[in-house]
């Protein structure tokens, strides 16, 4: 079983930039790949990044060219850097780590609130 805590949310205006945090435990050598998805007010959650143990990233569209993913394997830490954001932003993000062998994401953290507003 893999535990997530993420860390980092808070308010910020538009324009700004915040870093996400995840720190991973339990059995983390079965981790294969971890992600970030958020989910706004009404809305479905919806994939914001991912990075597999290989290094492969993706990015959803709407984040491209703002956002960046990467994964500190020695602290078991996963990053999500934001910056220039926009109001649209604002949500509930999750992080999220998918065991070798799972097709779907399998662990899931309780998600950190970002906030987008001047």
């Known amino acids: 079983q893999v535990q997530l805590v993420e860390s980092g949310g808070g308010l910020v205006q538009p324009g700004g930039s915040l870093r996400l945090s995840c720190a991973a435990s339990g059995v983390i050598v079965k981790i294969d790949a971890m992600g970030w998805y958020r989910q706004a007010p009404g809305k479905q959650r919806e994939l914001v990044a991912t990075i597999t143990s290989g290094g492969s990233i993706l990015y959803a569209d709407p984040v491209k060219g703002r956002f960046t993913i990467s994964r500190d394997n020695a602290k078991n830490t996963l990053y999500l850097q934001m910056n220039s954001l926009k109001p649209e932003d604002t949500a509930v993000y999750y992080c999220?780590?998918?065991?070798?062998?799972?097709?779907?994401?399998?662990?899931w953290g309780q998600g950190t609130q970002v906030t987008v507003s001047s």
């Open positions: 999220c780590a998918r065991d070798y062998g799972w097709r779907a994401f399998n662990s």
